[in-house]
């Protein structure tokens, strides 16, 4: 996990009380979990119109919600806001066979945080702001 993704949590905790744990492992398919839900933190510099989240860790954050009987939240942080997805609400979507999700194929390192510099394609599917649980502003996290 990435120095401003441990930055954000902390400052979830903080304003809204929320309670996450940080994973100890740099392993672990999810970034964080309270008593409600596992978490996925991601932080970008750049605002894009859609956000995007590897088919892999869509699935296993599922499968380990799943197991846990938690809640799976994708949690995507930009200068334009803080956008909560919850994976249970939007999987019918992304796993329909009539009517599959576009599935975005991109050439990036195999591991960012950890200097491998390999370079694989991975697979990702697009997520829409309208499908957000929540929205919260940036400068809700500013504290004095």
């Known amino acids: 996990m990435k120095e401003k993704e441990k930055k954000l949590i902390d400052s979830l905790n903080n304003k809204f009380d929320c309670n996450i ?11 964080g979990v309270n008593e409600k839900a596992i978490f996925e933190f991601k932080e970008r ?3 894009y119109k859609t956000h995007l989240l590897q088919i892999d ?4 954050l599922l499968m380990e ?3 846990k009987k938690k809640k799976a939240l994708f949690v995507h942080k930009d ?3 803080i956008y ?5 609400l939007i999987k019918k979507y992304y796993t329909n066979p009539n009517n ?6 991109k050439i990036c390192s195999k591991q960012t945080e950890f200097n491998n510099n390999n370079k694989i394609t991975k697979y990702f599917f697009r997520f829409h702001k309208s499908d957000c649980i929540l929205i919260l502003s940036p400068n809700l996290l500013i504290m004095n």
Do not use: C, Q, R, W
């Open 21 to 31: 744990t940080k994973t100890k492992d740099d392993f672990e398919y999810y970034d």
């Open 45 to 47: 510099n750049k605002v």
């Open 57 to 60: 860790k869509f699935f296993h």
């Open 65 to 67: 919600s799943e197991d």
């Open 79 to 81: 200068e334009s806001g």
């Open 84 to 88: 909560i997805y919850d994976l249970h």
């Open 100 to 105: 599959p999700a576009p599935i975005i194929s």
